[in-house]
């Protein structure tokens, strides 16, 4: 192999990673946080998931010995809706609007209806 197209090989992944780095940093310039809601420090070191059709955030700690929580945040006010204690993850299921959690020191697997928050 030459010497130019030894060049041109290697530095060919050097310009891609240039040029995403670019563009994932111009995009980020653009973003705004909406808001800064505060939540259980149990609540924040795990899992996040979204229910769309309910505007409902999600957010669980990820286990904990001492028990994690739960937090359902509203969407549309940006402010807490309820904290449940002693469980930890968090998947929702947006064909029933139900969301599942676990209890790891319980041995259980909980599931609660969105609605009903």
């Known amino acids: 192999m030459n010497a130019k197209k030894m060049i041109k090989k290697s530095l060919s992944p050097l310009i891609c990673t240039l040029l995403l780095l670019l563009t994932t940093a111009a995009g980020a310039v653009g973003q705004n946080v909406l808001a800064q809601i505060p939540i259980p ?3 924040g070191e795990g899992a996040v998931a979204v229910n769309p059709a309910l505007n409902l955030v999600y957010a669980s700690g990820g286990f904990d010995p001492l028990g994690g929580s739960l937090t ?11 904290t449940i204690g002693d469980l930890n993850g968090v998947a929702v ?4 609007d139900n969301f599942w ?4 020191f319980g041995g259980q697997v909980l599931t609660y209806s969105s609605s009903n928050v």
């Open 101 to 104: 959690t676990s209890n790891s």
């Open 72 to 82: 359902v945040i509203d969407g549309h006010t940006f402010s807490v809706v309820t």
């Open 93 to 96: 299921d947006t064909g029933t």
């Open 41 to 43: 420090s149990s609540s």
